[in-house]
T-cell receptor, first 116, second 108 residues
Framework: DSGVTQTPKHLITATGQRVTLRCSPR?????VYWYQQSLDQGLQFLIQ???????AKGNILERFSAQQFPDLHSELNLSSLELGDSALYFC???????????????FGPGTRLTVT | TQLLEQSPQFLSIQEGENLTVYCNSS?????LQWYRQEPGEGPVLLVT?????EVKKLKRLTFQFGDARKDSSLHITAAQPGDTGLYLC????????FGKGTLLTVNP
C-alpha cells in the first residue's frame, strides 16, 4: 500500500460527459501528479501540483483540468469525453516539488475510465 | 522531447532463468527510477539511481545506471513467478518521463 488513495476505482460513462477523479496523497506529501496510461502510449504525465499551485504541465488536453485543494487532495476533471479518453488514470505523490529532479513518486491504485 | 526506450517490450521466461532489461535514452537524466506494475495496480517504486555508474542491489534484482546517466539496466537472477509484471523506467529532470515498459512473464 503506497498510502495514495484514488476514487473511484472504475468509472463508465458516455461520450460527451464530464467526470471527476479524486486523489489523496501520502501523508506529508505536498506534490501530486496525474498520469494517463493506455496500451499504445504508455504512462503519460499530465500535470503536477505542489502545495496547491500548478507546478508543471505535460500532455494534458484543454478538455482536462485539475486542482489541488488546501488539504492537499487533488481532483482531475475530464470533460467532453471521447472514446479515446478511455484509459487508466493514476495519481502519484512525492514529498517535494521535484525541481532538483531527484524525487521519488508513489502511485495510487488508479481509476479505470471507460467511455462508451 | 526526452524519450526513454525500453527493451525488450515483451519477455517470457521459465522460473530460475536470469534476464536483463534495458532502458535507453539520448538524454541525460539527473536520476532514474525503476518501477514494477502488476495488472490493475499502480506502479510500485523499486529503486532510484542517481550517480553515473551506480549499481544497486535489491535481493535478486541488480540495477545499474550508465556512466553518462543516459541508460540503465535491470538484471534479475533466478526469476520467480512473483517477478511477473510490467517493469517501467522513469528518467527524472524537471519531470519524470517514462518508457513504455517491459512486460515480463515468468512461467512456473
Amino acid at each position: 500500500d503506497s498510502g495514495v488513495t484514488q476514487t473511484p476505482k472504475h468509472l463508465i460513462t458516455a461520450t460527451g460527459q464530464r467526470v471527476t477523479l479524486r486523489c489523496s496523497p501520502r501523508s506529508g506529501d505536498l506534490s501530486v501528479y496525474w498520469y494517463q496510461q493506455s496500451l499504445d502510449q504508455g504512462l503519460q504525465f499530465l500535470i503536477q501540483y505542489y502545495n496547491g499551485e500548478e507546478r508543471a504541465k505535460g500532455n494534458i488536453l484543454e478538455r482536462f483540468s485539475a486542482q489541488q485543494f488546501p488539504d492537499l487532495h487533488s481532483e482531475l476533471n475530464l470533460s467532453s469525453l471521447e472514446l479515446g479518453d478511455s484509459a487508466l488514470y493514476f495519481c502519484a505523490s512525492s514529498a517535494h516539488a521535484g525541481d532538483r529532479g531527484q524525487y521519488e513518486q508513489y502511485f495510487g491504485p488508479g481509476t479505470r475510465l471507460t467511455v462508451t | 522531447t526526452q524519450l526513454l526506450e525500453q527493451s525488450p517490450q515483451f519477455l517470457s521466461i521459465q522460473e530460475g532463468e536470469n534476464l536483463t532489461v534495458y532502458c535507453n535514452s539520448s538524454s541525460v537524466f539527473s536520476s532514474l527510477q525503476w518501477y514494477r506494475q502488476e495488472p490493475g495496480e499502480g506502479p510500485v517504486l523499486l529503486v532510484t539511481v542517481v550517480t553515473g555508474g551506480e549499481v544497486k542491489k535489491l535481493k535478486r534484482l541488480t540495477f545499474q545506471f550508465g556512466d553518462a546517466r543516459k541508460d540503465s539496466s535491470l538484471h534479475i537472477t533466478a526469476a520467480q513467478p512473483g517477478d511477473t509484471g510490467l517493469y517501467l523506467c522513469g528518467g527524472s529532470n524537471y519531470k519524470l518521463t517514462f518508457g513504455k515498459g517491459t512486460l515480463l512473464t515468468v512461467n512456473p
